[in-house]
């Protein structure tokens, strides 16, 4: 049985005060393996509190998750993680930083060069191997983090707004890239994103989730991410049902976020 | 307040020179091009001209206020008089006219013994006089002593070059000014001039040839190199065992709840107890050898050093812990590859502060009480008012310090490269 199951997940935070928050209630999906989820919805959503614990960071107050047969209980190198930008290790070079998973796994020095030269390649960054990472512009440190993950061979990539922190072209290019490494490596792929548009690109299935408390608001199949494999993502922009979705889950999110400030209205 | 307007003048004077003058026709780069400056932090820079300036101005004044032979004798501060002058007395006695005579001074340097010249008695019931006074000091003058009648019996000074005077008036004279005491005796002051004595500042020559006297034959048993040495050893070794319990006391308290509260009221009371403030304790517990020193060094690097630790190790950002942990890595492995190498940047910024306070802490145990070290040779010194020595020991005691932080910061650039770059 591979793949990943999310079991009827709950999490509830305590506060000191007494009250509590409800930030995911009894949220359900099954992933396949080599599936690409995009994950939309309006802050405190819960959709970070979610990655955070497929990732093992987080303990769920209720529920379970299944990764291939087995329940996670914390984080492993079986589910990699890309962050947003910060969290690339600048005392090491590129390929130090590429080469992190398979240093800690004690892989001999010959097949971690091989992994290391091989990734580098993928994701164009053979020239700046030996750089310091605080060298790179923003979108190579990304390809860095997206080149260490993948050296790890992982089941699954947890990727929180990885591109959030991109120029519009930079991010144009990495969500090809994105798309080009799922389809070669067909990894089980997790994005959370802010941007409509990225979710519809990326997303092969969509869900955007709903705050207070946080949970599936609504699922969708899209055909964009198998179009943009091969075409330019300006293209498949064109298609006819791209402008209809967008306006469609832009409209969903925008009444959520009416309501949460209607509610904080309410309660002033 | 004269030395302070010069310093004025001389500090605008270069200013409109160099910057109106010699630079507008000097280099042209980005930062010279730009129309707001003023604001702007990163357009200020040091004037590489204004410090080399500030720095031959300091030895300026000094030479000029001491009469520095560096310096041509045209810039010197009118110097103290020296050299003889003469003054005449008006004595009278009652029922007889007032005699003139004339009292002949040599004003000497201190450091040349020199007898009052041989005069002429002179005519008259007042007889001429004479005296040798050293510059800086003052001299009274007992001119009834070979008078024909004595004080006792009525013999009044009245006046000096004919000038009217009574005790405790002054009245000029060349080359000095003559008070006449309570008593009635004459009180000569050399001119002084603007210059300083040399007991309170001597001339920079006489501080180099000191200081390479001293380097030779050594002070108190010991030589210059030597006083310096041992207090370098101990700030190192007192840095060192600093560092060594510090740095993974900072460490636990960073990783464990149980460390962070068991030492967090230790380390922050002591935090703000000065080090000078230990010194009489660990004199009374380890007495006043290397032992007390090196603990009174420990204690002061110890806080700082676990202090830097902590936050060392509180500054990692937890989506490099993260990322490490879904990386594979174990706790070892994190620790070694992920929470040691974030921290050093933090620690080398400790280790800066603390070997700062550990030279000064050094050189202040040493004033209190040391055989040896730069702190006791300009304490000693000072008794003995040596002042050019400690005038020395001050400049050297300075020039390590900054070679200290130099050097520190040379190793953190070649050693922590990332710094301020996560």
Known sequence: ?268 | MIPLIIYVVIFVVAFFVVTKVVQGAGLRDYTSLKTVTFGDESAVRPNRAAGVISILTIFLMWGIFTGSSLLPGFLHAPGPYEGTTTFTYTAQVEGQAPDDATVTVVVHPREVDTDAPEVDPGDGFARNDSAAIAQWRTGLINVARNDDISKADGNKVIAINGQKIAPGETVEVEGGAVTLSDKGTPNFEPTRGWQMEPLYLPSPEAVWVRSIEIAKEGFRNFTLLEHLGYSLFRVVVGFFFGALVGIPLGYAMGLSDWFRGWFDPIVEFMRPVPPLALIPLVIIWAGIGEAGKIILLFLAALWIMAIAARSGVSGVKISKVHAAYSLGASKWQIMRHVIVPNSLPEIFTGARVAMGVCWGTVVAAELVAAEQGAGMMIMTASKFQNTDIVIMGIILIGVIGFGIDMLMRWAERLLVPWKGKG
């Open chain 1, 1 to 268: 049985m591979t793949g990943l199951s999310i079991n009827n997940l709950s999490m509830r935070f305590d506060l000191p005060n007494g009250d509590h928050v409800q930030a995911l209630q009894d949220v359900s999906l099954d992933l396949k393996a080599g599936e690409l989820l995009s994950v939309l919805g309006p802050s405190g959503c819960g959709k970070t509190t979610l990655l955070n614990i497929v990732a093992g960071f987080l303990a769920p107050t209720a529920g379970e998750l299944i990764l291939n047969g087995h329940k996670v209980t914390g984080p492993d190198a079986e589910r990699g993680m890309v962050f947003q930008q910060g969290a690339l290790f600048e005392w090491m070079s590129v390929r130090e930083n590429v080469g992190f998973g398979p240093s800690m796994k004690g892989t001999p020095k010959k097949d971690k060069d091989e992994t290391v030269n091989h990734l580098l390649d993928v994701v164009g960054l053979q020239d700046f191997k030996e750089k310091a990472v605080y060298e790179l512009s923003g979108g190579m440190q990304q390809r860095v983090a997206l080149a260490r993950c993948l050296a790890n061979d992982p089941d699954v990539i947890l990727m929180d707004e990885p591109l959030g922190a991109l120029d519009a072209l930079t991010r144009e290019k990495m969500q090809s890239l994105v798309l080009k490494l799922w389809k070669e490596t067909g990894k089980t792929i997790i994005l959370i994103t802010h941007s409509v548009e990225e979710a519809l690109l990326l997303g092969e299935r969509l869900i955007v989730m709903a705050p207070r408390p946080g949970r599936i608001h609504k699922e969708y199949r899209l055909p964009f991410a198998d179009l943009g494999v091969d075409a330019d993502l300006r293209e498949v922009k064109k298609h006819p049902e791209f402008g209809p979705r967008r306006e469609e889950i832009l409209n969903m999110i925008w009444d959520m976020e009416e309501e949460i400030m209607g509610g904080k209205e309410d309660a002033a």
